[in-house]
């Protein structure tokens, strides 16, 4: 139980800093940890399958498309000009107001341990059964979803081999 909470303070740590920080890059990097973190709280509800999906997907596809994207734009040439205060301050009453709403839900749930659940089963999240749900019952959507991430990799690829004076769209 110490591990979750050490867990848990990384992974609010990080994702506070993925905010904060001025670079993008190291906000990605932060984002990076924060979904390392994430794998972590997955491995300790016994879902090794969904650590390792998070880890590939998320941690490595993802942010190396984020990187990508940030180097592209070239962010120190279009560097906007800062923020006004009543920005700031709009921004800061929605995060209070945001903040008191989690914390009023949190206090009213009732979080009770999976061993008062009679449907509990401890191979919920292995990779067998999963696997099997997912060919079996969710066969189309999945096939669904390929085929537009398979679309999505043409059209970015299409992006950036992009000429210097050509125009695609």
């Avoid at 932060?30 to 941690?59: D, E, K, P, R, W």
């Avoid at 191979?123 to 749900?133: A, C, D, F, R």
């Amino acid at each position: 139980m110490q591990f979750w909470y050490f867990l848990t303070a990384l992974t609010l740590i990080s994702a506070l800093m993925v905010v904060l920080s001025k670079n993008p890059i190291h906000s990605v990097l932060y984002l990076v940890f924060t979904f390392f973190c994430i794998s972590g709280h997955y491995v300790l509800l016994n879902a090794q399958f969904l650590m390792a999906v998070n880890i590939i997907v998320y941690a490595g596809a993802i942010m190396v498309l984020f990187l990508f994207v940030i180097m592209m734009l070239d962010l120190r040439r279009n560097s906007p000009d800062s923020k006004s205060n009543l920005t700031k301050l709009a921004g800061a009453i929605l995060g209070g107001t945001l903040m008191v709403i989690l914390i009023a839900a949190s206090r009213k749930m009732n979080l009770g341990t999976g061993a008062d659940n009679p449907a509990y089963s401890s191979q919920t999240g292995m990779v067998e059964n999963l696997g099997q749900i997912l060919y079996r019952n969710y066969l189309l959507p999945f096939e669904l979803v390929s085929i537009l991430f398979f679309v999505a990799m043409v059209g970015a690829v299409m992006l950036g081999k992009r000429e210097a004076g050509e125009r695609n769209f």
